[in-house]
């Protein structure tokens, strides 16, 4: 969300085009034989702001009742959704030409796919609880078998039924009461991310009544199974405040509101199921408050004040808090322990102390053991501590791979579960025996069409940004494609909130690798891939680190004969979207086409929008430009949605979703509306608009495909240059 400079110029660019303010009509025009793109009317707007001046011609497009829109995509304005319509009917017109690869694309990712594959088993209890899909379903079963047996399974719940005659279901989070006899999940029935939860009587099989309304999707079961929490969700799309109710239904109560709206908030409870525990924090600022297993009615104790830039999360270890935090400059985190009874950082005592360099991502808690997962250089390890301090670690000897830790389902065991995969090869599920340190493979991927991982090449490469920085670059390639320039590369990059980007496996990315693409990750700041500080130095005034690292990725990639300038599709999405509205504006020279998906570039105008659900929280990562000058122009300067000038752009797809609250459909629609008339180049800008979704695109397994399927279609009709043969 971000940028700056070339307003002036863009605006007079935009004033000097006088074109017509009209909008197509549903179904792309032609004109000699080439479809004519729409072209939105212009209703400036003149906004002062922090004694600057911006002028929008397409604020038009937000609709004013978005919050209702939201939860009932129906109720969007005639003439958004008349722009919408024509700018799909256009781009499906442009695209024609590739609706064949789209449909042999998809159905080489679809047959990459066990359409009849289950979860590896989580035991808990006398029960395992695992999921698993049907052939041809869309949507998964969540079931439940004896622990001890291969027979007698029992289906929880099917996805696939809940979603019958809806254009969108999601089930965002399921769980199952700590005595087994419930059984709740959270439905989104329209990608808005407003959630029911539903609560299911295991013994009867019936749903019971009065499912909870308005949540965010987080909930937990207290652990004695009597009650339930979850966490409101405001009109605005914000967690604000956490309550409970009887879990077969009853009187609901209040437990916490939070006050600061710039806060998200979610409930849990501890791996050791003495407490309920409240976690409230932005983006550098945390606190957690906790309830006792024995007191649940009672007002959630704080457990050490928060502090502006100070972090931390923490869990209970059966006789003590464990804390991971980055008290006392602490910047890639530590963790430490409390007494139960007196938790505050008074009593805080270094268990794992820091280690800059190291950054401590998470951890996870058994009777005896302390599993922590470290991420250094772009990549994982896991290590394993028990009680009396002796630690070991988990590792793998590849230059570019992903370790997860995934913990256990219950307290009193010695096995812990992770995940092992790299660019090449596919996932690896493992329990592995904290006494011991045996490791049992539970699960490999199976590829059912066939893959052999020798038939790749996994490489690490590090390019030198601008400050002498070294950023990582994972790329992953057939042995059989050369390194001499010819091959297309697609370039994917994140690079905000402190989330990394892991060099995992991707069956669909196969769509392009094996066609002779190489695929390339960019670890640039933003993310933790480098540590905590890696994060640190690329957001609110230094935000620009994430711009410059991404383009000094591609100018090395091109250095080392890998790319060549003009032949790159560069790839990202929600803020990675901003990364590439920015990056298109900066050196639009280097791509032959871009991907912004649900990308957020209007940046100035939302972070300055206290209505919508995720500015405030998010004025510590890009600063707040209603109150700061300074990071106001800063932000303009790279906001995508302000700097767009007069420049040969590349081909460029934006994505967006009718219901998205993250990212709202106006955004990509009004950088499309700005970018076409300012390209001073033949290349089309395109945008697609699903109607009938959020954030994450379809809620189907095999929908989702289609939208992977056609991206990547975009990609390689943006280097062949498709558009010159419609």
Excluded at 533 to 553: C, E, G, P, Q, V
Aim: aromatic share 10%; charged share 25%.
């Amino acid at each position: 969300m971000n940028r700056r400079d070339l307003l002036a110029t863009a605006s007079a660019a935009l004033a000097a085009s006088a074109l017509p303010s009209t909008v197509q009509a549903s179904g792309a025009s032609m004109s000699q034989g080439r479809p004519v793109p729409p072209v939105a009317k212009k209703i400036p707007v003149t906004i002062e702001q922090l004694g600057r001046t911006r002028v929008d011609e397409y604020q038009w497009m937000k609709d004013d009742n978005w919050q209702a829109v939201l939860r009932d995509p129906s109720l969007i304005k005639a003439d958004v959704k008349e722009h919408l319509t024509a700018e799909n009917a256009y781009r499906e017109a442009m695209m024609a030409s590739t609706v064949p690869l789209q449909a042999t694309m998809f159905e080489e990712m679809k047959g990459r796919i066990k359409e009849d594959d289950s979860s590896v088993p989580a035991p808990d209890g006398p029960w395992a609880y695992y999921t698993r899909y049907r052939t041809g379903d869309q949507h998964p079963l969540f079931c439940r078998r004896p622990r001890d047996r291969e027979d007698g399974e029992v289906v929880l719940l099917d996805a696939n039924a809940l979603a019958a005659g809806k254009a969108y279901s999601e089930v965002s989070s399921a769980e199952h009461s700590p005595d087994h006899s419930l059984f709740a999940y959270a439905e989104d029935a329209q990608g808005s991310e407003v959630h029911q939860i539903y609560v299911k009587d295991l013994a009867t099989g019936e749903v019971l009544p009065d499912p909870i309304q308005s949540a965010n999707g987080n909930f937990t079961f207290s652990p004695d199974s009597q009650w339930v929490f979850w966490t409101n969700r405001n009109d605005n799309g914000r967690p604000d405040k956490i309550f409970r109710r009887p879990a077969r239904g009853g009187e609901t109560s209040l437990v916490y509101e939070e006050e600061d709206e710039g806060m998200f908030i979610g409930v849990g409870r501890t791996a050791d199921d003495r407490f309920v525990v409240i976690s409230i924090e932005n983006q550098e600022t945390s606190e957690v408050r906790y309830l006792p297993a024995d007191d649940l009615s009672g007002t959630p104790r704080v457990l050490e004040p928060r502090v502006t830039a100070r972090r931390y999360d923490a869990d209970h270890w059966g006789d003590r808090w464990v804390i991971r935090t980055n008290a006392d400059d602490a910047i890639d985190f530590k963790i430490v322990e409390a007494p139960t009874g007196a938790p505050a950082r008074a009593n805080w005592k270094d268990l794992v102390p820091h280690t800059p360099g190291r950054f401590i991502e998470g951890m996870a808690l058994v009777k005896d053991f302390l599993g922590r997962q470290e991420r250094a250089d772009a990549n994982t390890k896991i290590v394993i501590r028990d009680r009396a301090g002796a630690e070991h670690e988990i590792g793998v000897d590849e230059p570019a791979y992903a370790l997860s830790l995934g913990g256990a389902s219950e307290f009193d065991t010695t096995v812990m579960r992770y995940g092992y995969n790299s660019p090449s090869t596919p996932t690896s599920t493992y329990d592995y025996d904290l006494a011991t340190r045996e490791r049992t493979l539970r699960k490999v991927q199976e590829i059912p069409s066939g893959h052999n991982p020798e038939d790749y090449v996994v490489e690490r490469l590090n390019a030198a940004a601008a400050d002498g920085e070294l950023v990582p670059v994972t790329l992953v390639r057939r042995k059989s494609t050369p390194v001499d320039g010819s091959a297309p590369l697609l370039l994917y990059g994140y690079g905000s909130y402190g989330i990394p980007m892991p060099a995992s496996f991707s069956t669909n990315r196969l769509s392009l690798v094996d066609r002779g693409w190489i695929y390339a990750i960019a670890h640039i700041r933003g993310g933790s891939d480098k540590g905590w500080n890696w994060f640190l130095s690329a957001r609110r005034m230094t935000k620009k680190n994430t711009f410059t690292d991404f383009i000094a990725a591609a100018e090395h990639l091109i250095d080392r004969n890998y790319a060549r300038a003009g032949n790159i599709v560069a790839q990202g999405g929600s803020a990675g979207g901003l990364l590439i509205g920015a990056v298109t504006n900066m050196r639009p020279d280097l791509w032959a086409g871009v991907i912004g998906q649900v990308p957020f570039v209007d940046v100035i105008n939302t972070m300055s929008d206290t209505s919508l659900p995720l500015t405030p929280p998010e004025w510590p990562e890009w600063g707040n430009p209603i109150e700061d000058p300074a990071a106001y122009d800063y932000m303009f300067s790279y906001s995508p949605y302000d700097q767009v000038g007069p420049k040969a752009y590349p081909a460029v797809l934006a994505t967006g979703g009718l219901s998205d609250p993250r990212v709202t459909y106006w955004e990509p629609e009004k950088w499309v509306a700005r970018l076409r008339p300012a390209t001073t180049s033949d290349k089309p800008v395109l945008l697609k608009i699903n109607m009938e979704a959020g954030h994450g695109g379809a809620s189907g397994r095999f929908d989702y495909l289609k939208e992977v399927a056609h991206d990547y279609a975009f990609a390689i009709w943006a280097v062949e240059k498709g558009w010159e043969r419609v």
